[in-house]
């Protein structure tokens, strides 16, 4: 059963950079879609990054476009996201998910615990 374990998280001034890991285990992460979806405070869940099985498609939400990079290393059965820029507002539990088809549907059968992300001075 593939169960996913984020790691990376932690507290960072604004204009800092954090990378996030997604570290698949119980099963290969390359037949599966990954995405990043974080839960602010007060919000709703909002997906932020994801790439496709073959990392040959990656989407992002307009508010991260050009300082969050997803990527993935099918090697290592890993999947990162390296965040720059970071800002207030990108505060929040990130975690990451997986589905065959999770970047078309946007919904996702696997998800791991989550890793808390906190932009502040």
């Known amino acids: 059963q593939l169960q996913l374990v984020e790691s990376g998280g932690g507290l960072v001034q604004p204009g800092g950079s954090l990378r996030l890991s997604c570290a698949a285990r119980?099963?290969?992460?390359?037949?599966?879609?990954i995405g990043w979806i974080r839960q602010a405070p007060g919000k709703e869940q909002e997906g932020v990054a994801c790439i496709g099985s073959k990392g040959n498609r990656e989407d992002y939400i307009l508010s991260v476009e050009g300082r969050f990079t997803i990527s993935r290393d099918n090697a290592k059965n890993t999947v990162y996201l390296q965040m720059n820029s970071l800002e207030p507002e990108d505060t929040g539990i990130y975690y990451c998910?997986?589905?065959?088809?999770?970047?078309?549907?946007?919904?996702?059968?696997?998800w791991g615990q989550g890793t808390q992300v906190t932009v502040s001075s």
């Open positions: 119980g099963a290969s992460l390359d037949a599966y879609d």
């Open positions: 998910a997986a589905d065959p088809d999770g970047c078309k549907t946007t919904t996702f059968g696997s």
